[in-house]
């Protein structure tokens, strides 16, 4: 008998499939690629599928088909093998985690996160967390940072990741979805999980004080039930490339280009050296933080976005 169930977690060629509230281990027989994505991984935490148990064991099956994604997070490796990874699929929302130091979070680096969403239509929540450990010039950085994204229709929440009034905001906002939990190792991701679910008990870690970078605690993606919503921790990410945006698409992106690139003089504009551009114009106003067109200017030159 054929049963449909959704992936929690998958390890090596295992796959934890949860259907009508049992648990099965399951493999995939064959080959198993999703048409048209070339990835390290044929299945991802969150994939809806159908599969058969296995003769004489009731806790095992084999995987026959995958169902179409409603979306999913994809990442290029930012080291030479170039390989992309889907972090997990059939998300509502992504809770991406911010810190200024014990680990810096960079501009670029949440742009090219926002970037990926924005192409996938899923939508991003920020958490800048740790705010108890900010001194006052710390806490005023945090706030402009903060503010950028503020300005062009992000939530942002300041939180500390074990307080109440955090847990309170963030559960609400979770209530009936599933919520993805993204960001540099050491910022707190399994920490916050953590508190919204206690039984969970999964592994946190210290940040190294010689390179302020956090250790790897959660290997691979996971799900969890919390309630009638479902949590995805995932691994700390500490490069994001991106994958099959191409230049000219790539401005639509950034939300707040793609609300005035219509006023370019040209309609294929890059907005780097064409005259006219109603891009360039708005950071000279001040309308466009010069951070969001550094990190174009840094996407639109790197070579994965020319495949």
Known sequence: ??????????????????????????????????????????LAVGDKVSFVIEPKKDAEGIITSIETRQNYIIRKSVNLSKQTHIIAANIDQVFLMITLKTPQTFPAFIDRFLVT??????????????????NKEELNAMTSLKGVYQKIGYECYEVVATDSKTLDIIDSKMKGKVSMFCGHSGVGKSTLVNALSPGLKLKTG??????????????????FDLGASRIIDTPGIKG????????????????????????????????????????????????????????????????????
């Open 1 to 42: 008998m054929i049963k449909k169930g959704i992936v929690y977690c998958t390890t090596g060629s295992i796959h934890r499939i949860k259907s009508e509230g049992q648990f099965y281990d399951c493999r995939i027989k064959g080959k198993f690629r999703i048409k048209g994505i070339k990835s390290t991984n044929p």
């Open 240 to 307: 994001f490339g991106l994958v099959g945006i191409k230049p000219k698409e790539l401005s639509g992106y950034f939300i707040e280009f793609a609300l005035l690139k219509g006023g370019c003089k040209f309609n294929n504009c890059l907005h780097t050296t064409e005259p006219n551009c109603a891009i360039k114009e708005a950071i000279e106003e001040g309308e466009i933080a010069h951070s969001r067109y550094k990190s174009y200017l840094q996407l639109l030159e790197e070579d994965s976005l020319y495949r």
């Open 117 to 134: 969403a924005q192409a996938y239509e899923i939508n991003v929540v920020l958490l800048f967390n740790k705010i108890d450990i900010y």
């Open 206 to 223: 210290m940040v190294s004080k010689q390179n302020q970078q956090g250790q790897h605690t959660t290997t691979f993606a996971e799900m």
